[in-house]
Nanobody
Framework: QVQLVESGGGLVQAGGSLRLSCAAS????????MGWFRQAPGKEREFVAL????????YYSDSVKGRFTISRDNAKNTVYLQMNSLKPEDTAVYYC????????????????WGQGTQVTVSS
């Protein structure tokens, strides 16, 4: 069992930055691929970024590539999402998720989810 708690969301102006954190409980955190997803009002959940268990490979959606960076610290059981050059269209609730058995961009393939943190980007 893995419990995930996101933090770091807030209100920021366009062009600004935020860093989201996702703290995980459980001794097997380092064996999970970790993903960030987001859901804006009236829209479906979408993939943002993922990082494999070792941190050696990362993947991003085209909409955030070059602006967002996912990283993890397995010693601290934490995954991060550094978000730079934020745009109003990045406004959403951001969720972290954990998946055993390899990485995947489909959120339905993830085993555990956090409660989400709101990110609002004003123009």
């Amino acid at each position: 069992q893995v419990q995930l708690v996101e933090s770091g969301g807030g209100l920021v102006q366009a062009g600004g930055s935020l860093r989201l954190s996702c703290a995980a409980s459980g001794r097997t955190f380092s064996s999970y691929a970790m993903g960030w997803f987001r859901q804006a009002p009236g829209k479906e959940r979408e993939f943002v970024a993922l990082i494999i268990w070792s941190g050696s490979s990362t993947y991003y959606s085209d909409s955030v590539k070059g602006r967002f960076t996912i990283s993890r610290d397995n010693a601290k059981n934490t995954v991060y999402l550094q978000m730079n050059s934020l745009k109003p269209e990045d406004t959403a609730v951001y969720y972290c998720a954990a998946r055993s058995g390899g990485y995947h961009k489909n959120g339905d393939e993830y085993d555990y989810w956090g409660q989400g943190t709101q990110v609002t980007v004003s123009s």
